[in-house]
C-alpha cells in the first residue's frame, strides 16, 4: 500500500469543488500522452511520453515529472494525506482507478457545477481554461482535521513539503496514528487554546490601530527580520495600496508585506485587496522572494476574504493564530512594543 501527500492547491476553488465530492485533481491537461503509459505502469514508456511531450522545456525536471506518475499510478485502497487551508488536513483513500478529466461526469457535482463546462477535452469555467488534467476517486477517511490537534512532529512536518505530491510511507505510523485518533493528541494545543483565548481578548481590549502595528512590527523583530513601519502617505503606492509593516529578512532574500487590521468579530476582503496592490506596486527588488501576510485581531475571516486571499496568494492570520504565534514567541519583552 502506498501512501501519498498530495495537494489540491492548484486551481484551488475548482480542486476543492472536485475533492468535496470525491476526487483528487492534478494539472497536466497539456500532457494526456501520459495516462496510458503510467496506467500501465510501465515508467519506461511514461519517461518516453514525457520528453515528447515536454521537448526542450527545460523545467520539466525528474522531480517534476514524477508528480503525475505518482498520482497516476496510486491503486485502490492506498492512502492519500490532503493538506488544507486553515490549518487542516483530511485522510483519504482511493475508491477507484485515475481518469482523464475529458472522462469525468460534471453532474457528479450537482450545483457546485456552476459554469464548469468540458469542451475538446479541456475543462473550462465559462470562457476561462482550467489546467486539470486527471482525477482520482477518493473517500475521505475521517473529516478534515487540525494539525495542531492530530497529526505529529513527522506528520506536520510531512505536509510542509512544497510539492504538488510525495510519498509518505516512511511515516506511515504517524498516519495511521492520526487515522485512528479519537481524541487530540497532545496537550499543548488545549493549553494554548484556553490561553491564546485570553491573550486575544487583552489585545482586543488593550490595544488601539497604532499599537497593534506596533505589535506586529516587535513580532516580526523577535523572528529575526528587520521591520518598520511605513508612512501612511508613502511615495509610490496608489489606488488604496498600504501595508502597514515591511519586514526583511537579508540573508534569506525575504521580505514580508503585512497589513494589521484592529478588528473584533470579522474582517472582510479589503485588506486582501490593500495588501496584494502593495506588492504589486512596490515589490520590485530583484533576487527577493515577496510574501503577503494579512494579520487581524478579528475572530475570523469572510468567505469572500477567504476566497480572495487564495486567489492573490495572502496568508491570513486571525486573531487566535495570532495570539498562538506571539505565545510561542515569548512574551516577557512585550512591552518593549511601544517603546
Same mark, same amino acid.
Given at each position: 500500500?502506498? $501512501?501519498?501527500?498530495?495537494?489540491?492547491?492548484?486551481? $484551488?476553488?475548482?480542486?476543492?469543488?472536485?475533492?468535496?465530492?470525491? $476526487?483528487?485533481?492534478?494539472?497536466?491537461?497539456?500532457?494526456?500522452?501520459?495516462?496510458?503509459?503510467?496506467?500501465?505502469?510501465?515508467?519506461?514508456?511514461?519517461?518516453?511520453?514525457?520528453?515528447?511531450?515536454?521537448?526542450?522545456?527545460?523545467?520539466?525536471?525528474?522531480?517534476?515529472?514524477?508528480?503525475?506518475?505518482?498520482?497516476?499510478?496510486?491503486?485502490?485502497?492506498?492512502?492519500?494525506?490532503?493538506?488544507?487551508?486553515?490549518?487542516?488536513?483530511?485522510?483519504?483513500?482511493?475508491?477507484?482507478?485515475?481518469?482523464?478529466?475529458?472522462?469525468?461526469?460534471?453532474?457528479?457535482?450537482?450545483?457546485?457545477?456552476?459554469?464548469?463546462?468540458?469542451?475538446?477535452?479541456?475543462?473550462? +469555467?465559462?470562457?476561462?481554461?482550467?489546467?486539470?488534467?486527471?482525477?482520482?476517486?477518493?473517500?475521505?477517511?475521517?473529516?478534515?482535521?487540525?494539525?495542531?490537534?492530530?497529526?505529529?512532529?513527522?506528520?506536520?512536518?510531512?505536509?510542509?513539503?512544497?510539492?504538488?505530491? $510525495?510519498?509518505?510511507?516512511?511515516?506511515?505510523?504517524?498516519?495511521?496514528?492520526?487515522?485512528?485518533?479519537?481524541?487530540?493528541?497532545?496537550?499543548?494545543?488545549?493549553?494554548?487554546?484556553?490561553?491564546?483565548?485570553?491573550?486575544?481578548?487583552?489585545?482586543?481590549? +488593550?490595544?488601539?490601530?497604532?499599537?497593534?502595528?506596533?505589535?506586529?512590527?516587535?513580532?516580526?523583530?523577535?523572528?529575526?527580520?528587520?521591520?518598520?513601519?511605513?508612512?501612511?502617505?508613502?511615495?509610490?503606492?496608489?489606488?488604496?495600496?498600504?501595508?502597514?509593516?515591511?519586514?526583511?529578512?537579508?540573508?534569506?532574500?525575504?521580505?514580508?508585506?503585512?497589513?494589521?487590521?484592529?478588528?473584533?468579530?470579522?474582517?472582510?476582503?479589503?485588506?486582501?485587496?490593500?495588501?496584494?496592490?502593495?506588492?504589486?506596486?512596490?515589490?520590485?527588488?530583484? +533576487?527577493?522572494?515577496?510574501?503577503?501576510?494579512?494579520?487581524?485581531?478579528?475572530?475570523?475571516?469572510?468567505?469572500?476574504?477567504?476566497?480572495?486571499?487564495?486567489?492573490?496568494?495572502?496568508?491570513?492570520?486571525?486573531?487566535?493564530?495570532?495570539?498562538?504565534?506571539?505565545?510561542?514567541?515569548?512574551?516577557?519583552?512585550?512591552?518593549?512594543?511601544?517603546?
Amino acid at each position: 500500500m502506498k $501512501y501519498l501527500m498530495h495537494r489540491i492547491s492548484h486551481w $484551488y476553488n475548482v480542486a476543492r469543488k472536485l475533492f468535496d465530492h470525491g $476526487y483528487l485533481s492534478i494539472g497536466f491537461s497539456d500532457a494526456q500522452e501520459l495516462f496510458e503509459p503510467a496506467l500501465s505502469g510501465d515508467e519506461e514508456k511514461y519517461n518516453d511520453a514525457c520528453n515528447k511531450v515536454y521537448v526542450g522545456q527545460s523545467w520539466w525536471t525528474g522531480v517534476k515529472r514524477k508528480q503525475p506518475w505518482r498520482f497516476l499510478t496510486m491503486s485502490v485502497g492506498d492512502i492519500v494525506v490532503i493538506p488544507l487551508p486553515y490549518g487542516e488536513f483530511s485522510i483519504c483513500k482511493v475508491t477507484g482507478k485515475p481518469m482523464k478529466i475529458s472522462d469525468f461526469d460534471l453532474s457528479v457535482l450537482g450545483a457546485d457545477k456552476g459554469q464548469l463546462v468540458i469542451k475538446e477535452d479541456c475543462l473550462f +469555467d465559462g470562457e476561462t481554461f482550467v489546467d486539470l488534467g486527471f482525477l482520482l476517486p477518493i473517500k475521505p477517511i475521517k473529516p478534515p482535521l487540525s494539525r495542531n490537534e492530530y497529526a505529529d512532529a513527522n506528520l506536520t512536518s510531512g505536509m510542509k513539503f512544497q510539492q504538488t505530491n $510525495y510519498y509518505m510511507n516512511k511515516i506511515s505510523e504517524s498516519i495511521e496514528k492520526a487515522i485512528n485518533a479519537e481524541t487530540p493528541i497532545n496537550f499543548y494545543d488545549n493549553a494554548i487554546k484556553i490561553i491564546s483565548n485570553q491573550f486575544l481578548n487583552a489585545m482586543q481590549t +488593550d490595544l488601539n490601530e497604532n499599537k497593534f502595528e506596533k505589535l506586529v512590527a516587535w513580532f516580526m523583530k523577535k523572528q529575526g527580520f528587520e521591520s518598520y513601519i511605513p508612512p501612511k502617505k508613502e511615495r509610490g503606492k496608489e489606488d488604496f495600496a498600504d501595508a502597514d509593516i515591511i519586514s526583511r529578512n537579508e540573508f534569506l532574500k525575504l521580505i514580508i508585506h503585512i497589513q494589521a487590521k484592529y478588528h473584533k468579530d470579522t474582517s472582510d476582503s479589503w485588506g486582501v485587496e490593500q495588501i496584494s496592490r502593495y506588492t504589486k506596486q512596490k515589490g520590485v527588488e530583484e +533576487d527577493y522572494t515577496y510574501i503577503k501576510w494579512l494579520i487581524s485581531t478579528a475572530d475570523n475571516f469572510s468567505d469572500d476574504a477567504k476566497t480572495l486571499a487564495l486567489e492573490k496568494e495572502v496568508r491570513l492570520i486571525d486573531g487566535i493564530t495570532f495570539a498562538q504565534m506571539l505565545i510561542d514567541a515569548g512574551v516577557g519583552s512585550i512591552n518593549d512594543a511601544f517603546h
